[in-house]
């Protein structure tokens, strides 16, 4: 019985790991529609959410199912409340790519982003997509160094971001205000693509360590 308890978190894991390579797609995807003005594109990432939506729904279903029926403690106990909350957070970050779609696809027949500040906006989005794919990996191998390291990275986007303002504000600005908020938001957008990419990457580190991020020689 207690092996195929176990065989059920592994598999929860594993279709966390599937939802993490839908929203690498979708961020991918989004910033493909951003950059270049593609109205399909846009409208492929939007639609697409709703099978985020439905993996996520049936990975809580499974959790919730298991917590019901097995009554799990301790850590298997940890595994599954964290999976709960690893799960809301990979369907944030795929609402986060749909609000990045729905920016591009605004602005059609136009590109969202003006041509001076577009290599800060690649950045932020190359950025944000390598660590969802970094999470992919974190979370199929449960690796608590990788985890780690990813949460030190991060300040690689908080640079971007910081630039990126630095940018809006120039006395140089010549792209008016819709631009100027565009562009906020995005910034916005990616950078919280990280953010929920670090706090998967440490709950994973909480799963297999039952410590807290913060607690560990980082």
Known sequence: MRVAFH???????????LICGQVETAVNRATAALLSGDAAIAEEVISGDQAIDAN???VEDNAFELLSLQQPVA????VLVSALRMVSELERMGDLSVHV????????????VPEPVRPTMEQMAEVAEDM???????????????????????????????????????????????????????????????DHAVSIANRVV????????????V
Do not use: C
């Not at 065989?7 to 790991?17: R, T």
């Not at 779609?101 to 969202?112: G, T």
């Not at 999470?135 to 780690?148: H, K, L, N, S, Y």
């Open 56 to 58: 996520r729904e049936r």
């Open 7 to 17: 065989d059920q978190l592994n598999a929860i894991f594993v279709d966390l790991s």
């Open 75 to 78: 850590g298997d106990l940890r």
């Open 132 to 194: 969802v794919r970094r999470v992919t990996a974190i979370i199929i191998d449960r690796d608590v160094e990788a985890a780690i390291a990813l949460g030190r990275d991060d300040e690689i986007m908080d640079q971007l971001r910081r630039r990126s303002f630095t940018e809006l504000l120039s006395p140089q600005w010549e792209h008016g205000v819709e631009a100027a908020v565009d562009l906020a938001l995005l910034g916005r957008y990616y950078e919280r693509i990280a």
């Open 206 to 217: 909480f799963v297999v360590t039952g410590e807290q991020v913060s607690r560990l020689d």
């Open 101 to 112: 779609a729905k920016i591009a696809r605004l602005r059609v027949p136009h590109v969202a």
